[in-house]
């Protein structure tokens, strides 16, 4: 049988089922994240304040709009409420007309003379009920108080009996009419009101310079701040011009006293050999030390040659 070559990763919830011990539910997520916004901040403040401004404004504007869109919600809804109130006048006008219309018919069926007294008793009587009316501008003089007391006390006529209870029926109807009229003037009013102080306010005009005055602020700021990186990046190079000047001078004298050391060697050296000569000259006449002496002279000069060598070697290491 062949056995493939596989494996099978178990996340932690399986190894923990397993084991018969309950999942780490939060998983990664209980581990400690970066706040990577802070980093970015840290790593780049120029960066940083060009979005801090950029969040600033764009809220100044979004709040603006948010209200401009307010305005327009509540002017919608207040368009709507004057087409309702519209429709409720209407209603009312339509069965106020209606009614008149049954009244007319009613007086062609008594035949009553539009000029005769018993029509213009109703009249008067007809006055009263609408003085009562919401709204109603129309007042009672004291002969009409007197006159409506001797119509009722002499009694009302069938005819009049009818047509002011059809009048009674009119009163809601008018009462409609009229306060949808009046709170339809009153939308109007803040309609038209709204719409000026909009025109004299130019919210999104001055909102558009403010967020303008805070992205130019912020650029003043961020200006502030790259004279500053540029004033400590001169700093930090002035500052290594000057180490490096510094190691410099220190290789230099360095070199200088490796120099000075090699000559005074070689000096020794020399007033050494010339001692050397001279005790040769003075011992010229022994030959049994001569071949000692050129000896030792010989290995004095090849102490001379590594001296030299090492004086060069000085300079190569400066060319260097």
Same mark, same amino acid.
């Given at each position: 049988?062949?056995?493939?070559?596989?494996?099978?990763?178990?996340?932690?919830?399986? +190894?923990?089922?397993?084991?018969?011990?309950?999942?780490?539910?939060?998983?990664?997520?209980?581990?400690?994240?970066?706040?990577?916004?802070?980093?970015?901040?840290?790593?780049?403040?120029?960066?940083?304040?060009?979005?801090?401004?950029?969040?600033?404004?764009?809220?100044?504007?979004?709040?603006?709009?948010?209200?401009?869109?307010?305005?327009?919600?509540?002017?919608?809804?207040?368009?709507?409420?004057?087409?309702? *109130?519209?429709? @409720?006048?209407?209603?009312?006008?339509?069965? /106020?007309?209606?009614?008149?219309?049954?009244?007319?018919?009613?007086?062609?069926?008594?035949?009553?003379? @539009?000029?005769?007294?018993?029509?213009?008793?109703?009249?008067? *009587?007809?006055?009263? /009920?609408?003085?009562?009316?919401?709204?109603?501008?129309?007042?009672?003089?004291?002969?009409?108080?007197?006159?409506?007391?001797?119509?009722?006390?002499?009694?009302?006529?069938?005819?009049?009996?009818?047509?002011?209870?059809?009048? @009674?029926?009119?009163?809601?109807?008018?009462?409609?009419?009229?306060?949808?009229?009046?709170?339809?003037?009153?939308?109007?009013?803040?309609?038209?009101?709204?719409?000026?102080?909009? +025109?004299?306010?130019?919210?999104?005009?001055?909102?558009?310079?403010?967020?303008?005055?805070?992205?130019?602020?912020?650029?003043?700021?961020?200006?502030?701040?790259?004279?500053?990186?540029?004033?400590?990046?001169?700093?930090?190079?002035?500052?290594?011009?000057? @180490?490096?000047?510094?190691?410099?001078?220190?290789?230099?004298?360095?070199?200088?006293?490796? /120099?000075?050391?090699?000559?005074?060697?070689?000096?020794?050296?020399?007033?050494?050999?010339?001692?050397? +000569?001279?005790?040769?000259?003075?011992?010229?006449?022994?030959?049994?030390?001569?071949?000692?002496?050129?000896?030792?002279?010989?290995?004095?000069?090849?102490?001379?040659?590594?001296?030299?060598?090492?004086?060069?070697?000085?300079?190569?290491?400066?060319?260097?």
């Amino acid at each position: 049988m062949k056995v493939n070559n596989t494996s099978i990763f178990m996340g932690d919830d399986t +190894l923990c089922a397993r084991h018969g011990k309950q999942p780490n539910s939060k998983g990664i997520s209980e581990r400690k994240s970066i706040d990577a916004s802070n980093l970015h901040a840290k790593l780049d403040p120029i960066a940083a304040k060009k979005e801090e401004a950029r969040k600033k404004a764009m809220k100044i504007v979004g709040d603006a709009f948010a209200n401009e869109r307010k305005i327009d919600d509540d002017l919608r809804a207040r368009n709507e409420r004057i087409k309702s *109130l519209q429709n @409720e006048k209407g209603e009312a006008e339509k069965n /106020i007309k209606e009614i008149e219309d049954g009244r007319a018919a009613l007086r062609d069926e008594y035949n009553i003379d @539009e000029n005769s007294q018993e029509e213009k008793d109703l009249k008067l *009587l007809e006055k009263e /009920i609408r003085a009562k009316m919401s709204g109603s501008d129309i007042q009672l003089s004291k002969d009409d108080i007197e006159a409506i007391n001797q119509i009722k006390k002499a009694g009302l006529s069938e005819y009049q009996q009818r047509s002011l209870e059809m009048i @009674e029926f009119e009163v809601p109807h008018e009462n409609t009419a009229y306060e949808a009229g009046e709170e339809i003037k009153l939308e109007n009013q803040i309609i038209s009101a709204t719409k000026i102080e909009r +025109l004299k306010s130019h919210a999104i005009l001055d909102v558009e310079k403010q967020a303008d005055s805070i992205m130019e602020e912020a650029s003043k700021e961020i200006f502030g701040m790259l004279i500053d990186e540029a004033k400590e990046h001169i700093d930090e190079e002035a500052e290594k011009q000057e @180490e490096k000047a510094k190691a410099e001078k220190e290789k230099q004298e360095e070199f200088q006293e490796r /120099i000075d050391a090699a000559k005074e060697k070689k000096k020794e050296n020399e007033e050494l050999t010339e001692d050397i +000569l001279e005790g040769v000259s003075e011992n010229a006449s022994m030959a049994s030390d001569v071949s000692a002496v050129q000896q030792e002279i010989k290995d004095m000069m090849n102490k001379m040659k590594l001296i030299e060598d090492d004086i060069k070697g000085v300079a190569v290491d400066k060319s260097v």
